[in-house]
């Protein structure tokens, strides 16, 4: 089977860079981008003349204002400490499995979740029914094990999220890893910590279709109770850090400098919009606004986390959730200037992270 660092790379995204300034050509950049434009347009003081803002352009203008003041995207990240959590199986049948995780107290929100690893002992398969086995189907010794968190809505519907997928041979035994840090980050995002994970476990063909082979069939895992002699109880690890040592802390002290000694933190940084030479006569609003950047530095575990994560990096300050900036533009229409309303995605810090380099960034739970 593949190292668990190896698979946790396959699927991991670089970080939002770290939390640098924003620059005047990034926000010229986005502000292109969104106009699908190529190059500044040429616009003079005669054009803005006739100019006169609408009230619908106006207010769509501030509604967007204040909804940006409530929706922030998310950019992100083993161990220093983990907890095993063990698993209760609900039910089962010949090919799936439903764990159930108690979760209450065991992540509180003064943890950074880093992984979370999910382990279940395969057991091994009789001589006898490897052998049976060997003669029917030669040539198929696999099947594939796939890991979904399912979440159960207020209404009594469910959906499923994948979260982990493998081929495992039927000739192995032992514990199988998996990650799960995805769905440990689904549930904490419900904002219900005495909400149990659920986490189904299926096991299936190799290849999809009626003439497949059937070594999914030998495929066990032990479960919980006298059936599995108490032995190969399914297992959670949580590894977390302590953000009150590990995690930035807010907002800077406006009365202190920051020096290399500083904490992560937001400080803030207005940028002038009024006095960029492009966007005279363009950008008819805000004048400005506080973009605020992330300064300071991130504490190291004592052990480093590449030591077992080998594509993690050192902790660094960064933007780890933004929100987009308005702005009401001037553009020419049958020769005519008129006002638009653009939003600008990540223009605006809302809260600085300290976050290993080359981290998955985790996905946000869509209602």
């Known amino acids: 089977m593949q190292p668990m660092w190896l698979c946790w790379a396959l699927w991991a995204l670089p970080l939002t860079g770290p939390g640098a300034a924003l620059t005047e050509e990034q926000i010229l950049g986005s502000l292109l981008q969104q106009l699908h434009l190529s ?152 904002g219900r910590p005495r909400q149990p994970l659920l986490l189904q476990v299926s096991v299936q063909r190799e290849q999809p279709g009626p003439r497949a082979a059937s070594a999914h069939r030998l495929v066990r895992f032990a479960s919980q109770g006298p059936a599995g002699g108490g032995r190969g109880e399914p297992q959670l690890e949580l590894h977390s850090l302590d953000l009150g040592r590990y995690g930035a802390q807010g907002d800077c002290d406006p009365e202190a400098p920051v020096t290399e000694g500083t904490r992560c933190c937001r400080r803030e940084m207005y940028i002038d919009l009024e006095g960029l030479k492009w966007a005279e006569n363009w ?40 929100t987009s900036l308005p702005v009401i533009v001037s553009v020419k229409e049958g020769g005519r200037p008129r006002a638009q309303v653009v939003s600008l995605p990540d223009m605006r810090v809302q809260k600085c992270s300290c976050a290993s380099d080359g981290a998955p960034v985790p996905r946000k739970l869509e209602p």
């Open 39 to 190: 190059e500044v347009p040429a616009l003079d003081q005669g054009d803005m003349g006739q100019l006169v803002i609408p009230t619908h352009v106006r207010a769509q203008y501030v509604a967007l204002l204040q909804h940006s003041h409530g929706t922030h995207s998310r950019g992100k990240r083993f161990s220093q400490n983990f907890r095993e959590v063990a698993g209760r199986l609900l039910g089962s049948d010949a090919s799936r499995h439903l764990l159930v995780f108690a979760m209450e107290q065991r992540l509180p929100p003064d943890r950074e979740l880093l992984q979370a690893v999910l382990r279940l002992f395969q057991e091994p398969v009789p001589e006898a029914a490897l052998r049976t086995h060997g003669r029917l189907s030669p040539r198929s010794h696999r099947a594939r094990v796939t890991v979904e968190w399912l979440h159960i809505r207020d209404d009594g519907s469910n959906r499923t999220s994948l979260i982990d997928s493998r081929l495992v041979s039927v000739h192995e035994s032992g514990w199988r890893a998996f990650d799960v840090t995805e769905a440990v980050n689904f549930w904490r995002q419900l």
């Open 283 to 322: 950008v008819l609003e805000p004048p400005g606004f506080l973009a605020y950047e992330c300064v300071g530095t991130c504490r190291q575990p004592p052990e480093p986390l590449s030591f077992k994560w080998p594509f993690l990096g050192p902790r660094q300050c960064i933007a780890s959730e933004t």
